[in-house]
């Protein structure tokens, strides 16, 4: 077994994981030992015990994906099948911890200046096709980000790479420009693309490219065996899999866009696994899993729901007009009664989970006549049918979220009846999951308010989603821009003492809460439903198929 990053260098110990590993190192049962009171087991109950082969999962998704790249892909789903088809350098533990098992790094080495990080790759890793995954393929995956020709997202978690270097087969070298305090646990956890298919083909077409959705080929522990858009993705188990095959021999990722059809086909046992449980129906589910044969694992996501504007517009460009909308708005009435208390309200963009995380923010409760008076102290009066209006505008707004999340729903119609009693006009807009995604788009930007929800990465840099820079072809469609913020965030990058980042990133968290650019709404308690037989799950707040390869299926 390949021991834990941060017993090689202890620079390590102070950071995060941004990605969710692709898959899980391999994991020793140690048996019990044996004592007088103890009574030796059957020679078929220890057999029963050991991890065993087979059984076809299925999963339940409300959300389609939309392609299998991590280089480019944007949204949930994807990134669920692409954590099973690929293998990223780095993985992380239960605590976030980045260790080397459940990546292809097998040893990391980090230069005491944070500059330099030297990786040996394990020798034996295999693309699905049969080639061997070796140093040319790292150095190929992170040059494409570096052209200039890139147009995915995630840009920024690269633009502080120098250069990537191959030393030997299965020795890579990545030199910084400068200290980047989320390199490693950010830029080291994107899969691993194979060369020998994909470097003949222009970085500016490789986000349009085939491979991503019809033939995807990685080293992970499944392989891509086919995909019905809006009905299913199945993988099958990598039988030469690098670091074990998977117990299970395949996993079908079924979409359901209905919550409510979820919830009944987890009851007929349509569906074995769904980690979206809305808050409300967790009572039903409780009701039958007994009958259904299945179990509840809950806890605390590493995310965070929130009412988003387009900034673009000059209504929301006024903090004051934002910060009177979340004083308009009950967030404790909408976890009590939609998330059936399931939840926290939230005031900061990141988890209570995080060691980031920062309580003493500027907080805007629940006052409806404060609302009203900072609306009108920004020129916004009303109208004679009770609507605010400015200028000749009425302050009506279209407020989109996706299709099928129940609890999404039910918020767009409860901040419909909250912002109508300050006088504003909430228009809602449900829209099919994967065509909310391209309106949010760089460049479409096609929404006016959104509800919607971002699963963290448990190193706490925000500047991917709040950095102007992140504007034009980033996470950051809303538009929200502050300088200041800006050369704080920039700031908080290059430093490695892990209090003195806490410290600047708390002041970071404070300002955004100041700033509203968001209406932060709740930080929710998770509920995923599981096979009662099925070993090996561990519940981890970010990845919620973690160590999937391990996951198997006990008999009865």
């Given at each position: ?93 239960l ?55 890139y147009?995915?997202?995630?840009k ?35 899969g691993?693309?194979?060369e ?61 866009p ?38 509840l ?24 007009v ?10 404790k ?19 209570p ?37 400015k ?13 099928g ?6 918020i ?12 504003i ?72 003492d ?43 707040a ?7 390869s ?7």
């Amino acid at each position: 077994m390949k021991k834990s990053a941060w017993l090689l260098i202890s620079l390590m110990l102070v950071l995060s994981m941004f990605l969710a590993a692709c898959s899980g190192g391999q994991k020793t049962n140690e048996p019990a030992k044996e004592t007088e009171k103890e009574e030796t087991p059957s020679a078929e109950e220890a057999a029963n015990d050991e991890p065993q082969v087979g059984g076809d999962l299925i999963v339940g998704s409300t959300g389609s994906p939309t392609m299998f790249n991590p280089l480019y892909s944007n949204d949930a789903s994807s990134s669920d099948i692409e954590d099973m088809i690929f293998d990223s350098l780095m993985g992380n533990d239960l605590e976030f911890n980045p260790v080397t098992d459940g990546g292809l790094a097998e040893t990391f080495e980090a230069s005491p200046d944070g500059l330099t990080f030297t990786i040996k790759i394990v020798e034996n890793a295999k693309f699905h096709d049969g080639e061997p995954l070796d140093a040319d393929d790292v150095v190929f995956t992170y040059n494409i980000p570096l052209s200039p020709d890139y147009d995915g997202i995630r840009k920024s978690y690269f633009e502080n790479i120098e250069k990537v270097e191959k030393i030997d087969q299965y020795t890579v070298k990545f030199t910084l420009k400068q200290v980047d305090a989320q390199f490693p646990v950010v830029s080291l956890g994107f899969g691993i693309l194979p060369e020998h298919i994909l470097k003949d083909v222009p970085v500016a077409e490789m986000g349009e490219h085939e491979f991503n959705t019809k033939t995807p080929i990685g080293s992970g522990p499944f392989k891509f065996e086919e995909w019905k858009d809006g009905e299913y993705v199945k993988v099958v188990a990598n039988d030469d899999y690098w670091d074990g095959r998977p117990y299970l021999d395949s996993v079908t990722y079924k979409i359901v866009p209905d919550a409510n059809a979820v919830i009944a086909q987890l009851q007929a046992g349509d569906i074995h696994y769904f980690a979206g449980i809305p808050q409300p129906d967790v009572p039903t589910v409780e009701s039958f899993a007994d009958a259904a044969n299945l179990r509840l694992e809950s806890g605390l996501a590493l995310s965070y729901s929130f009412l988003g504007f387009n900034q673009r517009d000059p209504k929301f460009q006024d903090k004051s007009v934002r910060q009177a909308i979340t004083h308009a708005i009950d967030r404790k009435a909408i976890v009590d009664n939609v998330m059936a208390g399931l939840g926290e309200v939230a005031h900061v963009p990141e988890s209570p989970l995080s060691w980031a995380y920062n309580p003493d923010v500027p907080k805007f409760e629940y006052d409806v006549e404060k609302a009203k008076k900072m609306l009108a102290d920004a020129g916004w009066k009303p109208g004679a049918d009770g609507i605010l209006e400015k200028d000749g505008e009425r302050f009506s707004v279209e407020v989109k979220t996706n299709q099928g999340n129940k609890v999404r729903e039910d918020i767009v119609v409860i901040l419909q009846q909250q912002l109508k009693e300050v006088g504003i006009e909430i228009i809602p807009q449900i829209v099919e999951f994967s065509a909310l995604i391209a309106d949010i788009d760089p460049g479409v930007w096609n929404f006016e308010g959104i509800v919607l929800g971002w699963s963290l990465g448990v190193d706490p840099d925000p500047s991917g989603i709040f950095h102007t820079k992140e504007i034009e072809k980033g996470l950051n469609f809303t538009g929200y821009s502050n300088p200041e913020i800006d050369v704080l965030m920039d700031a908080q990058l290059q430093e490695l003492d892990k209090e003195k980042r806490k410290e600047m990133i708390g002041k970071i968290q404070a300002a955004l809460a100041e700033d509203q650019p968001y209406t932060f709404l709740y930080y929710p308690e998770e509920f995923r439903a599981l096979p009662k037989n099925l070993q090996g799950f561990e519940f981890h707040a970010k990845n919620q198929y973690y160590k999937i390869s391990k996951w198997w299926l006990k008999s009865e």
